[in-house]
């Protein structure tokens, strides 16, 4: 299995930043671009992402021949393999997802997973996938919407150095974006739900025009998440902020 490189910078202002300025100039990848600083990291809806020494900042710029639709399943690619190079490790029962692509460790938050994409001029998508991990530190509560958390709080635990994390997630990244290439992404949502944490639970979706609450039953066939409400009509969730019990 032919790995993309891995380039590492000690300073960038942002991952997803700099994949996005190489895909307008015509160079679309693939490359893993790692940066051991951001001065300008960001989450999803523009959100600041808050790294620190010793945690992951690394984007994949890859050229993919998917719709657009499809492309947005990548993401539900980069969480499951993101929470089994975690598991594999720190344990079988380390880490959690929590949808759309979220980690979940030790009692919070401890990755995010942005994507971005644009047009090729000969067809086909440019996408950048941006992984955030705290490795070795979490942002205190006060500057987070959500409780967060770190590699670092797991019990015994002694995480790894970016470069190493990285290394392994690449391996785990491009076995499963070559599963989702094969065979659709009904695979990865089978392995997404093994993994998955929160289905079966209560759950909150704040939406742009509204906030429902219900119990969050299963990941549909393309990746929304289906919310049963308290009168039994059930909804699909495409975006928004979703929180879970303890969330």
């Known amino acids: 299995m032919s790995l993309p490189p891995i380039e590492s910078h000690a300073v960038l202002d942002s991952t997803n930043a700099e994949a996005r300025r190489r895909a307008e100039a015509g160079d679309f990848g693939p490359v893993w671009i790692h940066a051991l600083e951001q001065t300008s990291g960001r989450g999803r809806r523009g959100r ?46 380390a880490s959690k997802l929590r949808w759309p692509n979220d980690l979940h460790v030790a009692g919070g938050k401890a ?22 991990v705290n490795l070795a530190s979490a942002p205190p509560r006060d500057q987070v919407e959500r409780p967060a958390s770190a590699l670092a709080d797991l019990p015994g635990f002694q995480p790894p150095s970016p470069a190493v994390f990285l290394a392994r997630l690449a391996e785990r990244f491009e076995a499963w974006q070559q599963v989702w290439s094969r065979e659709g ?37 393309d990746g929304a998440l289906r919310l049963r ?5 059930t909804v699909r969730i495409t975006a928004g902020d979703v929180f879970f019990g303890d969330d």
Request: hydrophobic share 50%; net charge negative.
């Open 48 to 93: 600041p992402w808050r790294g620190g020494e010793g945690n992951l900042a690394a984007t994949l710029l890859t050229p993919i021949d998917q719709l657009p639709a499809e492309a947005a399943q990548v993401s539900f690619v980069a969480a499951v393999a993101l929470c089994e190079t975690v598991n594999a490790l720190a344990g079988p029962a």
């Open 229 to 233: 409400l308290d009168g039994g009509e």
């Open 185 to 221: 992404f009904a695979p990865v949502a089978a392995a997404w739900t093994a993994l998955a944490d929160g289905l079966g639970g209560p759950c909150t979706a704040r939406l742009p025009d509204r906030t429902l609450s219900g119990i969050a039953e299963a990941l549909d066939a």
């Open 111 to 132: 990755a995010g997973i942005l994507l971005e994409s644009g047009p090729r001029p000969g067809g086909g998508l440019w996408l950048a996938v941006g992984i955030g």
